[in-house]
């Protein structure tokens, strides 16, 4: 699996492997932003591109799901909410 992570103005670390270009944009695919920074989500790492919020997202989303269903917590559904 390959990640590439590409800073804006700089380059990109493709599985190590420094490239520097200066003419390096981070889009991110998810926001659909120009940002400092982006990481691939593709096993080729060929696009689409996510920035450190988006993935932080996904990161608490999973930490989110993982407390909401946890064994011993209840059915999710039925759930009175707020
Ligand atoms: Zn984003």
């Known amino acids: 699996?390959?990640?590439e992570?590409?800073?804006a103005g700089r380059g990109n670390v493709r599985d190590g492997q420094k490239k520097v270009d200066a003419s390096?944009?981070?889009h991110c695919d998810l926001c659909a932003s120009d940002v400092d920074v982006v990481v691939s989500v593709t096993p080729d790492a060929n696009g689409p591109f996510a920035c450190k919020a988006c993935m932080r997202m996904r990161?608490?989303?999973?930490?989110?799901?993982?407390?909401?269903?946890r064994e011993g917590s209840g059915l999710p559904w039925g759930k009175v909410s707020g």
Do not use: D, S
Request: glycine share 0%.
């Open 24 to 26: 390096t944009k981070a």
């Open 1 to 3: 699996m390959a990640i």
């Open 5 to 7: 992570v590409r800073v």
């Open 59 to 69: 990161l608490e989303a999973i930490t989110v799901a993982v407390y909401e269903l």
